[in-house]
């Protein structure tokens, strides 16, 4: 048995839509964003009725397919297009929590405020562990670091795309050209108002990963100066030495250090004191 909140709105297929196409006056406008995959959320507005299409991300880390339909609004009903059922699975979980009386336009922006509840807690999660992240950079960085940075800041850019599209949906709700259809606009000013935080928290989000991932540069930039450092130190201390080596690999019959019984000796001393006059050199200058 249909219960009131079901009454307010119908769930149908692409096909049962097409079938059907005499029911919509704009059924052309709305087949025409049906006809490719639906890449965003939007609404046009008409005298008469709304429609509109929604994409809304999965709110976890990777491409997983969003979730994705289409709706046709008027004044006196509502119906949903979509081709995979998952809205159909989503309304029949919720239907305790949606409204079970009002117009159309209230059960749609109280589906949108439902779809959205959750956000905030995914939000919190994404910054909770970029909060780690940033304490991992300043000791050991996961090999996966930069590519798990990647993909939140993939994310985030998507989300701050959706709640953008919310706002505007909202907006158009507002306009006067929905006044005839929409008489109460309060529960879309909440609803503007929540997608504003949302896309707010997600741009502060954002501007962090830039800063964490400015910061992971530097520290990679700093360890490899290290590494260059101690490479330039080592390089140094060996060039006399080499230099003597060179000098002396020669082997000339006219060296006269290659007669002395002494030279092997004074050749480990020199070489000594190189090394030490270096290494006191290099500390006095703070190089290491």
Not at 52 to 67: N, S, V, Y
Not at 101 to 129: A, F, N, R
Not at 239 to 255: D, E, H, R
Request: aromatic share 12%.
């Amino acid at each position: 048995m249909a219960t009131e909140s079901e009454n307010l709105y119908t769930v149908i297929s692409m096909d049962e839509f097409q079938k059907r196409a005499d029911q919509f006056p704009h059924y052309k406008e709305l087949l025409h964003s049906l006809s490719r995959a639906i890449r965003y959320c939007k609404a046009e507005a008409y005298r008469d009725c709304v429609i509109g299409t929604l994409r809304i991300p999965q709110k976890k880390e990777g491409r997983d397919p969003a979730f994705t339909f289409a709706y046709y609004l008027t004044d006196q009903s509502i119906v949903f297009i979509e081709s995979e059922g998952k809205l159909k699975s989503w309304l029949s979980k919720h239907t305790a929590t949606l409204p079970q009386s009002g117009t159309p336009s209230q059960m749609l922006v109280s589906i949108l405020k439902q779809m959205t509840d959750d956000d905030l807690l995914y939000l919190l999660h994404i910054e909770s562990e970029t909060e780690q992240m940033e304490e991992e950079v300043e000791h050991s960085v996961a090999e996966d670091f930069f590519a798990t940075l990647t993909r939140r800041r993939h994310k985030l850019s998507e989300l701050n795309a959706y709640y953008m599209q919310l706002r505007e949906i909202g907006e158009i709700f507002q306009s006067d050209v929905c006044q005839a259809i929409i008489p109460n606009v309060q529960e879309w000013d909440r609803f503007i108002q929540r997608a504003e935080r949302l896309q707010s928290h997600v741009q502060l989000l954002r501007e962090n990963m830039t800063q964490l991932r400015e910061l992971f540069q530097s520290v990679q930039d700093a360890r490899q100066n290290r590494i260059m450092g101690v490479i330039t130190i080592i390089t140094t201390v060996f060039f006399p030495l080499s230099l003597l080596t060179g000098w002396y690999g020669m082997n000339f019959v006219n060296m006269p250090e290659l007669q002395w019984e002494y030279s092997y000796f004074v050749m480990i001393f020199v070489v000594v004191v190189i090394v030490t006059a270096e290494i006191i050199y290099f500390k006095k200058k703070k190089f290491f």
